[in-house]
């Protein structure tokens, strides 16, 4: 999987590729070593994390409805996931 956003949802987790290191998560990963923390970036998306993802897609199909009565109704495009956005939440 590259840095781009998937033109489709994949049918398995996907591997987002470690390529370099943004500045800020080496800057964290060398001050938890100074401190004796370590700090790995995960090399994939964890089974919890797609989990989620795949329920917020099948929730945005179904559309919901507020306890106030306002409706959303289907949204037929689902999300995309994307590597470079898995990365930055870490």
Not at 12 to 30: E, F, H, K, Q
Not at 55 to 72: H, I, P
Request: glycine residues 6%; proline residues 8%.
């Amino acid at each position: 999987q590259d840095d781009r956003v998937s033109s489709e949802l994949p049918t398995r987790i996907p591997a987002c590729r470690a390529g370099t290191m943004p500045r800020l998560l080496l800057a964290i990963s060398l001050a938890a070593s100074a401190s004796g923390q370590t700090f790995t970036m995960p090399a994939k998306v964890n089974a919890r994390e797609w989990e989620h993802f795949e329920l917020l897609n099948k929730r945005r199909a179904e559309g919901f409805t507020c306890s106030d009565g306002v409706r959303y109704g289907p949204h037929p495009a689902p999300l995309k996931f994307g590597c470079r956005l898995w990365r930055a939440s870490y």
